[in-house]
């Protein structure tokens, strides 16, 4: 089992910036990829970014390229997504999301951001 606690998420003024991190604990030796996903209200959860536990490789959804950072610390542990110029299409709650051999994933609760314009 893995767990997954988000923390950084809250309200902010378009175009400026959110930190938002992920801290995984228990088997996080299996964890392949770090990700994270949003829910915006009545939408599906969509992918934002994604990263290797070893810090080399991070993708993105097109609409966050050039404006999010995905990337690691704590041995792959602890991820961070930092969110610049936000738009109010980023508000939705973020999920953390660890993808283990066996494509097995464990999901955080999330955390909420709301941009206002």
């Known amino acids: 089992q893995v767990q997954l606690v988000e923390s950084g998420g809250g309200l902010v003024q378009a175009g400026g910036s959110l930190r938002l991190s992920c801290a995984a604990s228990?088997?996080?030796?299996?964890?392949?990829?770090m990700r994270w996903f949003r829910q915006a209200p009545g939408k599906e959860r969509e992918f934002v970014a994604r990263i290797m536990k070893t810090g080399r490789r991070a993708d993105y959804a097109d609409s966050v390229k050039g404006r999010f950072t995905i990337s690691t610390a704590n041995a792959g542990n602890t991820v961070y997504l930092q969110m610049t110029n936000l738009e109010s299409e980023d508000t939705a709650v973020y999920y953390c999301?660890?993808?283990?051999?066996?494509?097995?994933?464990?999901w955080g609760k999330g955390t909420q951001v709301t941009v206002s314009s």
């Open positions: 228990g088997r996080t030796f299996g964890i392949n990829y």
């Open positions: 999301n660890a993808l283990v051999a066996g494509d097995v994933t464990y």
